[in-house]
């Protein structure tokens, strides 16, 4: 397995535009955490998954924002009519649920709205 | 919830140890301490957690106070690629517990 993995690395968009970013967990893993990060900031919780049931959504998640795990396997985060503080880095995690170990974070899809 | 609180940033030379702190005072009896890191460019890392006792493992230690209100993650001898943001964590033991929420944790720099 080479752990999770976020697609694309990059993405500029100009604003208004919808953007979808692609998050593959660990096979193994059950649970699919979403965040995001600004500059100089750690990471701010977006929402989970364990298997395709999304089962918390944070207050930052506005509606412009959805999320899916399709058959609880990979996932993918959509931003529609993107602003420009969107521009963030998006990272995904994955972990198993009810072993208490830590979770594992892909590289993160970095976003730019200009 | 329970708040954890860093440093913004500390130094180090290259090959010398270095204490990270973290102040806990609101921690609760169960709560365990897990430290990540973050390298630039990439996502955030696990490092080492604990409950009661010290503990030790390939990347660093931890050391934990009597009181469990505040704890220190030691780096025995800091390389270049440990110049990194570390967080330090508090999680219920419930293991079905959604509760990763990161601080802005402490920018450690290495210096050669």
């Known amino acids: 397995d080479t752990g999770v993995s976020q697609n694309p690395r990059h993405k500029i968009t100009k604003r208004g535009q919808n953007v979808t970013f692609r998050c593959d967990p660990i096979s193994e893993h059950n649970r699919l955490y979403w965040y995001r990060q600004t500059l100089g900031q750690g990471p701010e919780f977006l929402t989970y998954?364990?298997?395709?049931?999304?089962?918390?959504k944070s207050r930052l998640l506005s509606d412009r924002f959805s999320a899916e795990r399709p058959k609880g396997s990979f996932s993918t985060l959509e931003i529609q009519r993107t602003e420009q503080g969107d521009s963030a880095m998006y990272l995904c995690?994955?972990?198993?649920?009810?072993?208490?170990?830590?979770?594992?974070f892909g590289s993160g899809t970095r976003l730019t709205v200009v | 919830d329970a708040k954890t609180t860093q440093p913004n940033s500390m130094e180090s030379n290259e090959e010398e140890p270095v204490h990270l702190p973290c102040n806990h005072s609101?921690?609760?009896?169960?709560?365990?301490i897990h430290w990540y890191r973050q390298l630039p460019s990439q996502g955030p890392e696990y490092v080492i957690h604990?409950?009661?006792s010290n503990v030790n493992n390939r990347m660093a230690s931890l050391a934990i106070a009597e009181d469990r209100k505040s704890s220190t993650l030691i780096l025995h001898r800091a390389t270049l690629r440990d110049a990194a943001v570390y967080y330090c964590i508090l999680r219920d033991p419930n293991p079905n517990n959604n509760d990763m929420r990161f601080g802005a944790g402490t920018r450690l720099t290495v210096k050669p």
């Open positions: 998954f364990q298997n395709e049931a999304q089962l918390e």
């Open positions: 604990g409950l009661t």
């Open positions: 609101t921690i609760s009896g169960t709560d365990y």
């Open positions: 995690a994955s972990s198993a649920s009810g072993t208490g170990l830590g979770y594992t």
